[in-house]
């Protein structure tokens, strides 16, 4: 089943005048979260953007029930909060961990890892912001080749960790990756995730203008380009099963590919880049697509 | 007819926490508590105790769990040590930040490195500023009664703060005597199913927990921890009554005086070797010296009344500390001192026993023999020492 913009709730859980930045990633996709779960959700949040697009106490900018929590330790709460739920009987409440990619790459990977292999009945987002935004951009395992930071001033050395596989091998039954520039499959994703009892894992592309250096304007334009040049493949992995979502559906041809110098050249993080660091993010793409065809067939 | 049952302390803990009626218990094992975490997973598998156990890949994610279900409205237990306590400091200051009836029991256990799995009070007493209502226990017996008294005390609205529990590693731990159990039905009247108060994950209620407070506000929440820390007093002296009542025991409250109304030195220390401090005023006071214990029941909220009113007007206070803060001196001595620093009492302080080295009452009976020896010649300055060092390079 298709998700429409004209079928989607017109109630908002995040409200306006929240604390985020011009064309946040992050407060788009807490919104989209909402529309597509509703009200009957507890969240999680670690330390990370998320933690200030709330607002300062006593006010809140969210509709939800709500818990900030240490950085390591989002998944393990949600877990205690799932568990709780369950031995209390209220078993029709969503427990969502919305944690940035420093939250769930990094600092917050035992806990994550420990409760999708012990199944437990939770949904984790990662928003994948590709580094620490919320202490001022610093490099975090997410950050891709080649990008500045203000701890890769030349560019970070090492390609991205690539945690929805990671997540995969724990054999959870529902695995997706997303991107903000894609609303409404990610409410797809959310919708089709929580029909699952167990761990269930969506990894979020956030375009960050203020880290990744392009204008606020431009953050669906960004999250688009991520994909259409095969450097953000949308999938799921459904009990095991895995299949490319949307437009990346037709990708595995690399003619069909946007270059991907067109998502490089609008943000100014790569600005600094050299011929030959585009030429290694080329190969890194093309093996992502060679082990997704690996995987296929 | 109540049963009379050989166990270890961490059995006794395990029996007392199934008669609470947990609904969470998030665990992670480590020597010497693991006993107490596998009896539980035992309940919960034969169905004796109808709670979930969540088999944490951490200390870390035990007490976030534990955070998450208790912010859900459930009653939760988790056990530690050490290493395992000081891996989970982070999330331990969460929980009574956000004014969460955890109860949780800390087999106490020397710090690495090098490697120790034998008592020491350096880890419980680590976690003295974070929040936490900090008890230790002198017998198994006692680590029963505690662990049932520990939920009404967190969970009373008055106080709304965790409770850890200390128990020396193996000497009570790993070691059986007899405990006086309770019926079910008598600790399900003096402890009723947790009372919801309004602060909970509820998605009729929705609520943000924990959200950026700024300096107009954070203040305000750390004064309120400490006025519930005061009230606490008060209500663990009061939940220490009612506990009388369905069993016949009880210990005195914030602390346990043990002969000492008439005498001259009192020795201050807290954990099982009260015991053999006890049997060291027994025989001493056979010779003539007037010696009392004043054992720490609980060291947070502090029992600052209690050791001024015990302590004053002695010819000298010997406080005996498991524990050393480095560069400074015993934890229990420093508190001591800074309640009697303005009182003109002699306080000595002895490092002893760390890392499990044993100290038996005839070592007591050494400390305070050398304590009686200076006063008679006059002198009277507080000082610390350590008892017991060996020769070192």
Known sequence: MTVTIKSLPKEEYLLPGNASCPGCPASLGLRLLGKALGKNMILVVPASCTS???????????????????????????????????????????????????????????????????????LYICYDNEAYMNTGIQRSGSTPYGAWTTTTVLGKRRHKKNLPMMMVVHDVPYVATASIGYPLDFIEKIRKATRYKGFKYIHLLAPCPVGWRFPPSKTIEVGRLAVLTGMWPLYEVERGEFKLTGVSRSLLNKSKRTPIVEYIKIQGRFSHISEEEIRILEEYVDKLWNDIRKIIS | MERVAVLSGNHAVA???????????????????????????????????????????????????????????????????????????????????????????????????????????????????????IAMAESNQEVFDMTIQAYRIAEDERVLLPVMIGLDAFSLSHTAAPVSL?????????????????????????????????????????????????????????????????????????????????????????????????????????????????????????????????????????????????????ILFTEVSSILQQNNVTVRGFIAGLGGRDVTAKDFTQMVRQVYADLEVGEKRSRVEWYGVKEVI
């Open chain 1, 52 to 122: 200030i697009i709330q607002g300062p106490y006593p006010k809140t900018s969210i509709k939800l029930p709500l818990i900030n929590v240490v950085f390591a330790s989002s998944a393990a709460t949600a877990s205690g909060i799932a568990t709780a739920l369950e031995i209390l009987g209220k078993k029709e409440v969503h427990v969502v961990c919305w944690s940035g990619d420093g939250g769930t790459v990094d600092i917050g990977l035992q806990a994550l890892s420990g409760a999708a292999e012990r199944g437990d009945n939770i």
């Open chain 2, 15 to 133: 029996y007392a926490v199934k008669l609470c009626r947990p609904h969470v218990i998030a665990a992670y094992p480590i020597t010497p508590q693991t006993q107490i975490v596998e009896k539980l997973a035992e309940f919960v598998e034969r169905g004796e105790l109808k709670a979930k156990y969540i088999r944490v890949e951490s200390e870390h994610s035990a007490m976030a769990a534990l955070i998450g279900a208790s912010a859900t409205g459930a009653r939760v237990f988790t056990a530690t040590s050490s290493q395992g306590l000081l891996y989970m400091h982070e999330a331990i200051w969460s929980a009574a930040g956000a004014r969460l009836p955890i109860v949780m029991a800390v087999v106490t256990r020397a710090i690495f490195p090098p490697w120790s799995i034998w008592t020491d009070h350096s880890d419980l007493l680590a976690q003295r500023d974070t929040g936490w209502i």
């Open chain 2, 182 to 330: 309770l019926d079910q039905d008598k600790v399900d009247k003096f402890l009723p199913p947790r009372r919801a108060f309004s602060f909970l994950l509820d998605v009729e209620n929705p609520i943000t927990m924990g959200n950026v407070a700024f300096p107009d506000h954070y203040m305000e929440f750390r004064y309120l921890i400490q006025r519930a820390m005061e009230r606490a007093k008060q209500v663990i002296r009061e939940v220490e009554e009612e506990f009388y009542e369905i069993s016949s025991r009880k210990y005195g409250g914030l602390v346990e005086e043990y002969r000492c109304n008439d005498a001259d030195i009192i020795l201050i220390l807290m954990g099982a070797w009260s015991g053999d401090a006890k049997v060291c005023a027994d025989k001493l006071r056979e010779e003539g010296l007037r010696v009392g214990v004043l054992r720490i029941r609980f060291i947070r909220p502090l029992p600052i009344e209690e050791i001024k009113r015990v302590s004053l007007g002695r010819k000298a206070v010997i406080v005996v500390d498991r524990d050393i803060s480095f560069g400074g001196a015993g």
